[in-house]
């Protein structure tokens, strides 16, 4: 069985700062693309950074320059570095994981969801 924990969000003021790190674990043989998603009130869920097993990252326009995606593959672990933060990155941040249980199973995994919220 395969778990997403996500650790790291809480209340900040404007122009802070937040890390979010998220742990796999459970039977793993490989782990492809991991990332960051978010959901805010009202609103459906948006990619915010993601990171391919090579390295390459994705973002969304409003957080560029303003988030670092990076991983740790010794310890299945990925990072969002989130500086500048502003209200509208107010939102329940998921954790998600392309990773395969064996060599011919691969699917897609999903974290409980941390809170982030940024107050003006």
């Known amino acids: 069985q395969v778990q997403l924990v996500e650790s790291g969000g809480g209340l900040v003021q404007a122009g802070g700062s937040l890390r979010l790190s998220c742990s796999a674990s459970?039977?793993?043989?490989?782990?492809?693309?991991v990332g960051w998603y978010r959901q805010a009130p009202g609103k459906q869920r948006e990619l915010v950074a993601v990171?391919?097993?090579?390295?390459?990252?994705k973002y969304v326009d409003s957080v560029k320059g303003r988030f670092t995606i990076s991983r740790d593959n010794a310890k299945s672990t990925v990072h969002l570095q989130m500086n500048s933060l502003k209200p509208a990155d107010t939102g329940v941040y998921y954790c998600y994981a392309d990773l395969q249980t064996s060599v011919l199973v691969s699917d897609d995994y999903w974290g409980q969801g941390t809170q982030v919220t940024v107050s003006s």
């Open positions: 990171i391919t097993s090579g390295g390459r990252t």
């Open positions: 459970g039977f793993i043989f490989s782990i492809h693309t």
